[in-house]
């Protein structure tokens, strides 16, 4: 006769996304960044609607896009928080840690990606609804008035919590590819905020085209409810934002495997 044990400490998917999920919210800074993320895009979006004239300037404004226009500054807190996921374990050397405890080393990655892509994307999406029906309140009576039911409203109030989501993403890659708090920062401040408009301003029309693929415009053409002049296509903008957050999580992939920790 026979015995089978099991071994009570195996390393499996689930109790690696659910040390990951721990890791996640029982550090401070998560809290603090999440937090002052919802802050600024409810606090922008209820002084836009609060302001909101109809005989202003910003009558030709997207309804969705002025609601939610919070969401830029919002977006870089998740961003940091992103960066902070990955980069922050290198720097406390928590890391050596995380690939005892996962010798394969690949399935801390994709647990730290699929963890945070889950919480941000909730976390930004009730943010985002609650703010376009609080903003929603004040804009009643003006040129301005929505509603979820209406065409294309919902869509990119979801759009825009996907682009914040996946813009975060390509920020946990970039931290997890250069290992540095700072490195991870300056990489995504000048590299994805940065380049597209210094490009912009060279006059060729190649450039103008391959721009609105770049992840903060393909992010913005997600979150309008209305067709944005010169901007890429709802399907196209994901699907470029898609490819560049596989990426950006790729190149970590690549580099975990062939470097020590």
């Given at each position: 006769?026979?015995?089978t044990?099991?071994?009570p400490?195996?390393?499996?998917p689930?109790?690696v996304?659910r ?6 919210w029982?550090v ?5 960044t ?12 209820i ?11 910003d ?13 830029q500054?919002?977006g870089i807190?998740?961003?940091?928080l ?5 980069a922050g374990?290198?720097?406390?050397g928590?890391i ?7 010798p394969r080393?690949?399935p ?6 699929t ?7 909730t976390v930004s999406?009730v ?12 804009l ?11 065409d294309?409203?919902l869509?990119?109030v ?5 682009g914040?989501t996946?813009l ?7 931290g ?7 490195g991870?920062?300056?990489a ?11 490009l ?6 190649a450039?103008?085209?391959a721009i609105r693929?770049?992840?903060?415009q393909?992010?913005?053409a997600?979150g309008?409810a209305d067709?944005m002049p010169?901007?890429?296509s ?8 898609c490819?560049w957050?596989?990426?950006a999580?790729?190149?970590?992939g ?8």
């Amino acid at each position: 006769m026979s015995t089978t044990t099991t071994n009570p400490y195996r390393v499996t998917p689930s109790r690696v996304l659910r040390s990951e999920w721990h890791k996640l919210w029982t550090v401070r800074s998560t809290w603090i960044t999440v937090l002052t993320s919802v802050a600024f895009l409810l606090g922008v979006g209820i002084l836009m609607g609060a302001t909101y004239t109809s005989d202003g300037g910003d009558s030709d404004v997207d309804t969705v896009v002025l609601t939610l226009y919070g969401s830029q500054l919002g977006g870089i807190c998740l961003a940091v928080l992103g960066i902070l996921v990955t980069a922050g374990e290198y720097s406390t050397g928590m890391i050596r840690a995380s690939m005892t405890a996962v010798p394969r080393r690949l399935p801390v990655l994709w647990a730290k990606a699929t963890v945070f892509t889950a919480a941000v994307f909730t976390v930004s999406f009730v943010a985002a609804l609650v703010t376009f029906l609080t903003a929603q309140l004040f804009l009643s009576d003006t040129d301005q008035a929505a509603s979820l039911a209406d065409d294309g409203v919902l869509a990119a109030v979801v759009g825009n919590a996907a682009g914040v989501t996946l813009l975060s993403l390509v920020a946990l890659g970039l931290g997890a590819a250069l290992r540095s708090v700072p490195g991870g920062l300056g990489a995504f401040i000048g590299g994805v905020l940065i380049l597209p408009e210094v490009l912009g301003m060279l006059p060729y029309d190649a450039v103008d085209t391959a721009i609105r693929y770049f992840p903060t415009q393909a992010a913005g053409a997600l979150g309008s409810a209305d067709p944005m002049p010169g901007a890429a296509s709802p399907g196209g903008a994901l699907l470029a934002l898609c490819l560049w957050a596989a990426a950006a999580l790729v190149v970590p992939g690549i580099l975990l495997k062939r470097r020590d920790v």
